[in-house]
């Protein structure tokens, strides 16, 4: 896809992984439309893009509003090629320190926003576009103390998957993107709570994330599933191939988290 003069949306585009894509499609010559909650971080977002990072503070778990979306954005910068589906929601730990509410907002944000978004989007983009999903490995294989989270991401990579032949026949890709642990602060607001076995696992940074989005956009090809780290997307499929070798190297896993979060925090200034 040729990235100059093509409009990009991207959710969840004020902090992290959604910033670190929206600087990369501007960089490539794309225009961004800005999604997020907080309209004052946004503006410093966008300002920080300069004049082709354009605002549109919006909370995707505003179905109706979401719905609108699209068309405005084809409305004000005259097309929609590329949709990235990044906006998060995870309340972690034991899904019974939460109330059943608060477990249902992570379905609206993580799973049912991205469909919905997808749907109305298809309806305006061009011809050739992409949609992407930032997923994650959670997704592939459920995550002690992340299982609402863990089902949310799961049901947003199997949905793509199947949808790549609905979006096919209106010319659309459709690709998901799968991190592992991304040092964005995004377990920070919790930091207890967040399992130490993803902490197993190398932490990758918002950029090396984005460059794997790039990647897919920039593919010619549809049901893209790509993990990040590589290696640790492969253990997670072959734990979910084979549960058994899952029990087994789960404590070991545990343990060598274990030690990597007490060294982050320390890294961190504690917590």
């Known amino acids: ?31 961004v439309a800005m999604v997020a909650r907080g309209a004052a971080r946004l503006a410093q977002a966008c300002e920080e893009l300069g004049p082709s990072a354009v605002p549109f503070p919006l909370d995707v778990a505003d179905l109706p509003a979401l719905t609108a979306l699209p068309a405005e954005i084809v409305r004000r910068l005259g097309r929609l090629d590329i949709v990235v589906n990044n906006a998060g929601l995870h309340y972690r730990g034991d899904m019974f320190r939460h109330d059943a509410q608060k477990l249902a907002s992570m379905f609206t944000v993580n799973l049912i926003a991205p469909v919905v978004l997808t749907r109305v989007a298809a309806e305006v983009m061009t011809k050739g576009g992409i949609v992407v999903n930032v997923a994650s490995l959670a997704g592939k294989l459920g995550v002690p103390g992340s299982a609402v989270y863990s089902g949310t991401k799961a049901g947003l990579r199997f ?12 010319g659309l890709r459709i690709a998901n993107v799968n991190p592992g642990p991304v040092d964005t602060g995004f377990f ?84």
């Open 1 to 31: 896809m040729k990235l100059e003069q093509s409009v990009a949306l991207v959710t969840g585009a004020s902090s992290g992984i959604g910033l670190a894509v929206a600087r990369s499609l501007v960089r490539s010559g794309a225009k």
């Open 159 to 170: 949905w793509a998957l199947a949808a790549a032949d609905d979006l096919g026949r209106l």
């Open 188 to 271: 920070d607001d919790d930091f207890e709570n967040v399992s130490a076995i993803t902490f197993s696992q190398p932490m990758v940074s918002a950029e090396a994330v984005a460059e794997r989005v790039m990647e897919a956009i920039g593919s010619e090809e549809t049901g893209l599933d790509l993990d990040i780290p590589y290696a640790s997307g492969k253990l997670a499929t072959l734990s979910y191939l084979l549960p058994g070798l899952g029990r087994v190297i789960r404590p070991m896993l545990e343990r060598k988290g274990a030690r990597a979060k007490e060294k982050y925090a320390a890294g961190r200034g504690g917590r």
